[in-house]
C-alpha cells in the first residue's frame, strides 16, 4: 500500500497488506486476546488509556504533522484533531473513574459534543473503520471505545491516510493492556472489508459498540469519497445579523468536516440582504491562502485525490452550463481548488439536489419563507443545517415545516453534533421539542 504526501505529490511510505489467509489468524488472535483482556478491572483500563493519552502529548506535533502530510489538511486543523483525539481520552478516563455506564462526553476545540462510546459491558471482537480525513479522530473514538469497554478491536486504517492511525496504535503495544487488544487490517481489497463488515447483523449508532460473541457489528466512519454528500444549508433570513453570519458560514465550509475533504454548503438567503451577504463572502474567500498545508497560514490545502478534484470540477462544470454563474473564477488546478462561489438563483443544477467535495458555496436568492421550505424538503432528511435569524417565529416555523436531522441557529452548520439544546422546553410531547437543535439568540 503506498501512502502519498498529499501537497508535494511524493511517495511518503509504504506498508504490507493484509490478504484473506492473514486477516483470520488477526482475527483468531483478537478473540484470544478478549479472554485476557476479561482479567483487567476497570482501574487498569483506565491507567492505558492514560498511558495512550500521556504519548499522544508528548508526540503531538508528529501526529498532527501527519495528519498533515497525508490528508492535505492545514496544520492548525490537524492541531485541532489531535486536541479531539485527546479529549475522547480524557473522556474515556473520566467515565471509567465515575459510572461505567451511559455516554463518555468530549469537546471539540471551540464546540460541545457529545458521544456515546461505549456500554458498559464486554462480550468480544469488535470492527470498525477510520475515516481519512479525520484519521486520528476517528481511531480514537474506536480504541477509546473499545479499551473502556474491556473488547478486542479490530481497525481498518484508511487506505488514503493510514498511518496516524498506525501510530496511535503503535501506543498500545507500550501499555500493559494483553498483545492484539488493537489489531490493525491494511488491505486495498475493498472486498475484504466488506466481507468483514458484511458479519455484522445490525448497528445501534457509530459509536457504539454492539456485537454476539461469534459475530462483528461494526462501528465505522466509512471511507466514502467516491460518494457526492448530501448538502449543508444556511439559511439566512432579512434580519441576520449579516457580518457574523458571513462569518460564521465561512468558518463552517472549512471546519466542519476533515480539510482533505471540505464539503460544499447551499446557502439560501432573503433577496433583501443578498447582495450584501453576497460581497461579504467575496471579500471573505478572496483573502484566504491556497497551497502548503504545513504553512500556518494556509487556510485551505490540497484535496485528498486527484479523483475529487476531477469529480467536483465535472460537477461545478455541469453547474454553470446549467445556468449558474461563478461569482469568484472556478480555479482548479489539482490537487487544489479555490474557493467557489456560485449564483444558482433559480436554478435547478447538480448542486440543488447534491453537494460536492470542496470550498464550494452555491447561493440561491428568495423572497418568501414558503420559498425557503420547498426548496429545502426536496433533500432535507438527514442534512444539517443552520438558520441565522433574530426571529423566534421564523426559527419555529422552520423546525415545524422542514425534516432536517438538525438545525442550528445562528451558528455554523454541523458544529455541535450529538449535543443539542431545544429551545422550546415547554413543549416537550411537540415534533419541535424532539427534534435535535441548538439555539443562539
Known sequence: ?????????????????????????????????????????????????????????????????????????????????????????????????????????????GKAGSYSLYRNFARGTVAGTCDYGNPLLSA???????????NTLLIFPSRIAPTPSLKLISFIEKTPLPEHAVQPILTEESGILDEILALTDETQGNWELVFDDNEFHEFTMLENFEKRPENRYAIIWNDADLDTTAE????????????????????????????????????????????????????IGPMAGAAIVSMTSDILDEEVRSGSYPILDLNIRSPFIYPVLLDCTGNNGP?????VFGPVMSIYRVDSLQEIVDMCNVNASGTDASL?????????????????????????????????????????????YTKRSVLNL
Do not use: W
Not at 480504541?143 to 469497554?149: L, N, R, V
Open 1 to 109: 500500500m503506498d501512502v502519498f504526501n498529499k501537497f508535494t505529490g511524493n511517495l511518503a511510505r509504504t506498508y504490507e497488506t493484509s490478504d484473506r489467509t492473514s486477516i483470520n489468524g488477526i482475527v483468531r488472535q483478537s478473540r484470544e486476546a478478549f479472554r485476557s483482556m476479561g482479567t483487567l478491572n476497570e482501574l487498569d483500563r483506565s491507567r492505558a488509556l492514560q498511558m495512550i493519552l500521556n504519548m499522544m502529548e508528548e508526540e503531538e506535533d508528529s501526529l498532527s504533522s501527519l495528519i498533515t502530510e497525508e490528508t492535505g489538511k492545514p496544520k492548525i486543523l490537524a492541531s485541532n484533531e489531535v486536541t479531539a483525539a485527546k479529549n475522547i481520552m480524557e473522556a474515556a478516563i473520566q467515565a471509567l473513574g465515575t459510572d461505567s455506564c451511559g455516554p463518555m462526553n468530549y469537546s471539540l476545540p
Open 140 to 150: 480514537a473514538l474506536k480504541i477509546a471505545a473499545s479499551i473502556a469497554t474491556g
Open 351 to 355: 448542486l440543488s439536489v447534491k453537494g
Open 388 to 432: 441565522y435569524t433574530s426571529d423566534i417565529n421564523i426559527a419555529k416555523s422552520m423546525f415545524e415545516r422542514v425534516g432536517f436531522s438538525s438545525l442550528n441557529i445562528n451558528m455554523e452548520p454541523a458544529s455541535n453534533t450529538g449535543h443539542f439544546r431545544s429551545m422550546f422546553m415547554d413543549e416537550k410531547n411537540s415534533p419541535i
Open 248 to 299: 460564521s458560514i465561512s468558518k463552517a465550509l472549512f471546519l466542519a468536516t476533515g480539510g482533505s475533504y471540505i464539503r460544499s454548503i447551499r446557502i439560501i438567503v432573503h433577496r433583501d440582504v443578498s447582495e450584501y451577504i453576497m460581497n461579504r463572502f467575496i471579500e471573505i474567500l478572496s483573502s484566504m491562502k491556497v497551497g502548503d498545508p504545513s504553512d500556518p497560514d494556509t487556510s
